[in-house]
């Protein structure tokens, strides 16, 4: 198994070579973690975005960081939004965390750092989110040197972090 952390912070100020954006389908800036992301990267960031929109559920872009000096790239992944389970909100939201890794795969990154895609403003209840981003990331881990996941509030710390480490005991 590769290695797979769960971190409490700003994800803007995590240094790894790809950082990930909360993005939604037309890569407009919005609010939350995608918000943060277009202040620290500077007005360029939503330029090129607007080059490759849109960017439909599930799948992924990459841009360069503009101003933002801890990373490299920024990879914009559209996570669903949560309509109460029967809208295959899973499967989408796996295949937003696989199609960022894979970008981040074609352009030879080892690092990667993902906010918790979909449960801010688009409603994913975080107790399901959690096991489907982790499983994600372990599951693809060997191909990286380090895949994070930056938690913002301390509910999404414990959360990530008690079911990784449930994950953890139960593959040993
Ligand atoms: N660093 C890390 N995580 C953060 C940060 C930060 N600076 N700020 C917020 N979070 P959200 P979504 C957490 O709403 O649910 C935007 O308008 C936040 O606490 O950012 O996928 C987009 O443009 C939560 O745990 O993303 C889309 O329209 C997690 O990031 C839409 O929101 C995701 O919350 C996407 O909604």
Redesign the pocket.
């Given at each position: 198994m590769g290695n797979v952390e769960v971190r409490r912070?700003?994800?803007?100020q995590i240094v790894a070579e790809a950082i990930v954006n909360?993005?939604?389908e037309m890569l407009?800036?919005?609010?939350?973690?995608?918000?943060?992301?277009h202040r620290a990267a500077g007005p360029e960031l939503a330029e090129a975005c607007k080059l490759l929109a849109p960017c439909p559920t599930g799948e992924a872009r990459i841009t360069p960081a503009f101003r933002l000096s801890s990373a490299q790239y920024i990879i914009h992944a559209v996570?669903p939004r949560w309509q109460g389970g029967r809208a295959n909100e899973a499967q989408l939201l796996e295949k937003a965390y696989r199609s960022a890794l894979a970008l981040a795969r074609t352009h030879g990154l080892r690092t990667v750092a993902f906010?918790?895609?979909?449960?801010?403003?688009?409603?994913?209840p975080l107790e399901e989110a959690a096991p489907i981003a982790l499983r994600i990331l372990l599951e693809e881990a060997s191909s990286f040197d380090l895949l994070l996941l930056?938690?913002?509030?301390e509910k999404?710390y414990l959360t990530y972090s008690k079911v990784l480490q449930e994950m953890g005991t139960a593959s040993r």
């Amino acid at each position: 198994m590769g290695n797979v952390e769960v971190r409490r912070g700003d994800i803007t100020q995590i240094v790894a070579e790809a950082i990930v954006n909360a993005a939604n389908e037309m890569l407009l800036p919005g609010g939350g973690v995608s918000g943060a992301i277009h202040r620290a990267a500077g007005p360029e960031l939503a330029e090129a975005c607007k080059l490759l929109a849109p960017c439909p559920t599930g799948e992924a872009r990459i841009t360069p960081a503009f101003r933002l000096s801890s990373a490299q790239y920024i990879i914009h992944a559209v996570g669903p939004r949560w309509q109460g389970g029967r809208a295959n909100e899973a499967q989408l939201l796996e295949k937003a965390y696989r199609s960022a890794l894979a970008l981040a795969r074609t352009h030879g990154l080892r690092t990667v750092a993902f906010p918790s895609l979909s449960t801010g403003i688009y409603g994913y209840p975080l107790e399901e989110a959690a096991p489907i981003a982790l499983r994600i990331l372990l599951e693809e881990a060997s191909s990286f040197d380090l895949l994070l996941l930056v938690a913002f509030d301390e509910k999404t710390y414990l959360t990530y972090s008690k079911v990784l480490q449930e994950m953890g005991t139960a593959s040993r």
